[in-house]
């Protein structure tokens, strides 16, 4: 049987954490009796059926015996009292729940309406604009007690995505999902933090129904000496051994005079895909966007809803009767995916009513080409394209690495390029640029997920001087990084982008303070690559993750 508690309007002190998983709702007292839930509905059921029945023998017998109807015995008056006390009771516990659930089955499915056919931009408008017709699907909460809330957000009553908007007030709407969360799964949060996070900044912007926070330890390594300045980076891991590597790589880079980079192309890209009702049509368009007489045209349309995106170029490939047509703009010092999709719609609405037949099928058709591995943007670069380069030394090689040159060419040539095109490789032609990539855009607030092509990499290592020296460098294609916008401006990670002296937008020069991080991302995967090709070279790893990377804890006392 359903025990759910009957939301009271009594008042009760505000929820607090709990310290271990929540005592099962069906163990509580009801408020009728002070007796359990499941004791009292039981009760109160038996005594409704028990009177009803006994009145209805009393009616036959009254109406077989020709006795009038109103003439009451006391014990039929009883009866018809403990009748009417028990339909009060169960008409005020299961009612309630029903009329609450069809408020809320009402409620899903008009969001769900909005959603399918406006998407969820419309519902915050709905919201905003005509509170009256939300207030008549959802009720008003923000005024409620934080346990009845709970009990809302269990029941479905109330969406659990709707408790920020509803209440007004971030933490609190954390809180009570939270609380929610662990009564419907009965299964602890404990571990995961609630307090220490300023959810306010995050709503609508960084992460819908949040419930807490990760913690990720941040070390730091460096300096990094690079372009003559000194950098101490950041880097957001729980894989030992990562910092203190490419710590060892910037002790190496320092000593041999620190590592030059260069940026070599900086341009975001997304490409819609369009179709024609014939390939001789997309081609038409194709050659339209190929001609530098109409670049001005599309310039203008593109450049016209922000400030900082200026439209470079476009690639146009062609599959049957669809064009996929790579815009390609310069995005100040944002990452950029919002500027160019933007960017990008101005000028579909353009084309448009240039090419009336033109469907446009997705403002993405994957030859942007987006989170995914993708020979274009290993090719074309998407983002940030650097290479950085450093000569280190002999004596740095023996001293601080414990190899030579001669060993670590070989071993990056027979590894890094034949071991990765005997894999197949696309963009990973070095030993770990991933690690280092992943932690930087951890601690600087940068999308994790574009890790994957930002990681692309070709190390390369030569022997100059005479076979004295080593020259290592990195080449990039495909950085994406941002200084403002999206998680860059979460206070930990702003102080993160704050120690390397790039937060926010540069104020001399737009896109300066990005190209920057892509310069310290490079040259600090240049690091990562030295430390680790030279622990190889050695026969430095196993040991190095042995006592970096092994957790002393019995791993297998870890409950699951
Ligand atoms: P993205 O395009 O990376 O998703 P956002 O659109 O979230 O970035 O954030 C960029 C916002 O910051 C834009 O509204 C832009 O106008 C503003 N902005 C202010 N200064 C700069 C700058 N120097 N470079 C880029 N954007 C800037």
């Given at each position: 049987?359903?025990?759910?508690?009957?939301?009271?309007?009594?008042?009760?002190?505000?929820?607090k954490?709990?310290?271990?998983?929540p005592?099962?709702?069906?163990?509580k007292?009801?408020?009728?009796?002070?007796?359990?839930?499941y004791?009292?509905?039981?009760?109160?059921?038996?005594?409704?059926?028990?009177?009803?029945?006994?009145?209805?023998?009393r009616?036959?017998?009254?109406i077989?015996?020709?006795?009038?109807l109103?003439?009451?015995?006391?014990?039929?008056?009883?009866?018809?009292?403990?009748?009417?006390?028990?339909?009060i009771?169960?008409?005020g516990?299961?009612?309630?729940?029903?009329v609450?659930?069809f408020?809320?089955?009402a409620?899903?499915?008009?969001?769900?309406?909005?959603?399918?056919?406006e998407?969820e931009?419309?519902?915050?408008?709905?919201?905003?604009?005509?509170?009256?017709?939300?207030?008549?699907?959802?009720?008003a909460?923000?005024?409620?007690?934080?346990?009845?809330?709970?009990?809302l957000?269990?029941?479905?009553?109330?969406?659990?995505?709707?408790?920020?908007?509803?209440?007004?007030?971030?933490?609190?709407?954390?809180?009570?999902?939270?609380?929610?969360?662990?009564?419907?799964?009965?299964?602890?949060?404990?571990?995961?933090?609630?307090?220490?996070?300023?959810?306010?900044?995050?709503?609508?912007?960084?992460?819908?129904?949040?419930?807490?926070y990760?913690?990720?330890p941040v070390?730091?390594?460096?300096?990094?000496?690079?372009?003559?300045?000194?950098?101490?980076?950041?880097?957001?891991t729980?894989?030992g051994?990562?910092?203190?590597?490419?710590?060892?790589?910037?002790k190496?880079?320092?000593?041999?005079?620190?590592?030059?980079?260069?940026?070599?192309?900086?341009?975001?890209?997304?490409?819609?895909?369009?179709?024609?009702?014939?390939?001789?049509r997309?081609?038409?368009?194709?050659?339209?966007?190929?001609?530098?007489?109409?670049?001005?045209?599309?310039?203008?349309e593109?450049?016209?809803s922000?400030?900082?995106?200026?439209?470079?170029?476009?690639?146009?490939?062609?599959?049957?009767?669809?064009?996929?047509?790579?815009?390609?703009?310069?995005?100040?010092?944002?990452?950029?995916?919002?500027?160019?999709?933007?960017?990008?719609?101005?000028?579909?609405?353009?084309?448009?009513?240039?090419?009336?037949?033109?469907?446009?099928?997705?403002?993405?058709?994957n030859?942007?080409?987006?989170?995914?591995?993708?020979?274009?943007?290993?090719?074309?670069g998407?983002?940030?394209?650097?290479?950085?380069?450093?000569?280190?030394k002999?004596e740095?090689?023996?001293?601080?690495?414990?190899?030579?040159?001669?060993t670590?060419?070989e071993?990056?040539?027979?590894?890094n390029?034949?071991?990765?095109?005997?894999?197949g490789?696309?963009?990973?032609?070095?030993?770990?640029?991933?690690?280092?990539?992943?932690?930087?855009?951890?601690?600087?607030g940068?999308?994790?997920?574009?890790?994957?092509?930002s990681?692309?990499?070709?190390?390369?290592?030569?022997?100059?001087?005479?076979g004295?020296?080593?020259?290592?460098?990195?080449?990039?294609?495909s950085?994406e990084?941002?200084?403002?916008?999206?998680?860059?401006?979460?206070?930990?990670?702003?102080?993160?982008?704050?120690?390397?002296?790039?937060?926010?937008?540069?104020?001399?020069?737009?896109?300066?303070?990005?190209?920057?991080?892509?310069?310290?991302?490079a040259g600090s995967?240049?690091?990562?690559?030295?430390s680790?090709?030279?622990?190889?070279?050695?026969?430095?790893?196993?040991?190095?993750?042995?006592?970096?990377n092994?957790?002393?804890?019995?791993?297998?006392?870890?409950?699951?």
């Amino acid at each position: 049987m359903d025990v759910r508690r009957r939301p009271s309007k009594a008042l009760r002190p505000a929820p607090k954490e709990p310290s271990s998983a929540p005592e099962p709702t069906g163990a509580k007292a009801s408020d009728a009796l002070p007796l359990p839930l499941y004791f009292t509905n039981a009760l109160f059921f038996t005594l409704f059926f028990s009177v009803a029945y006994y009145l209805l023998l009393r009616w036959r017998d009254k109406i077989r015996n020709s006795v009038p109807l109103h003439v009451v015995t006391f014990s039929e008056l009883a009866a018809i009292l403990s009748l009417i006390a028990s339909f009060i009771y169960l008409l005020g516990f299961f009612g309630i729940d029903f009329v609450q659930s069809f408020i809320a089955r009402a409620s899903n499915e008009a969001w769900d309406l909005v959603d399918e056919e406006e998407g969820e931009d419309h519902r915050h408008r709905l919201m905003a604009c005509s509170p009256s017709i939300a207030d008549h699907i959802i009720p008003a909460v923000s005024s409620a007690e934080d346990e009845e809330i709970v009990d809302l957000v269990v029941k479905g009553t109330i969406p659990s995505y709707a408790l920020e908007e509803q209440l007004g007030d971030c933490k609190r709407a954390v809180r009570i999902r939270r609380e929610a969360l662990q009564r419907i799964t009965r299964r602890s949060l404990q571990g995961l933090p609630l307090d220490g996070f300023d959810y306010g900044s995050i709503l609508k912007q960084c992460c819908e129904m949040p419930v807490g926070y990760v913690q990720i330890p941040v070390g730091i390594a460096g300096p990094l000496l690079l372009d003559s300045f000194e950098y101490i980076v950041p880097m957001a891991t729980t894989e030992g051994c990562i910092v203190a590597s490419t710590n060892r790589g910037f002790k190496g880079i320092y000593a041999s005079g620190g590592a030059t980079s260069t940026i070599l192309r900086d341009g975001m890209t997304r490409a819609p895909v369009v179709r024609f009702p014939s390939a001789s049509r997309a081609c038409h368009l194709k050659f339209f966007l190929d001609n530098p007489s109409n670049f001005q045209t599309l310039a203008d349309e593109f450049n016209k809803s922000s400030n900082f995106a200026r439209l470079q170029g476009v690639q146009c490939s062609i599959a049957g009767k669809n064009l996929y047509m790579r815009f390609s703009c310069t995005t100040g010092d944002a990452m950029g995916m919002n500027m160019v999709s933007k960017g990008v719609e101005n000028v579909l609405a353009y084309l448009r009513n240039e090419y009336p037949d033109m469907d446009i099928i997705s403002i993405s058709g994957n030859f942007c080409s987006d989170k995914k591995p993708a020979a274009i943007n290993w090719i074309e670069g998407r983002g940030k394209s650097a290479v950085c380069e450093a000569v280190i030394k002999e004596e740095v090689l023996k001293k601080v690495f414990r190899t030579s040159v001669a060993t670590l060419v070989e071993l990056n040539m027979l590894k890094n390029l034949a071991g990765s095109a005997v894999a197949g490789a696309l963009g990973g032609f070095n030993a770990h640029a991933s690690n280092i990539v992943s932690a930087i855009f951890i601690a600087t607030g940068q999308d994790p997920a574009q890790n994957v092509e930002s990681s692309h990499c070709i190390t390369m290592m030569e022997a100059v001087n005479d076979g004295k020296d080593l020259h290592i460098s990195v080449t990039m294609p495909s950085i994406e990084v941002g200084t403002i916008g999206g998680g860059t401006q979460l206070a930990s990670q702003s102080a993160c982008l704050d120690l390397l002296g790039v937060k926010g937008a540069s104020k001399e020069l737009p896109g300066a303070n990005s190209r920057l991080l892509a310069k310290i991302v490079a040259g600090s995967v240049l690091a990562g690559e030295l430390s680790l090709m030279a622990a190889i070279a050695s026969g430095q790893l196993v040991q190095s993750h042995m006592k970096y990377n092994r957790s002393t804890k019995d791993v297998s006392k870890v409950g699951s």
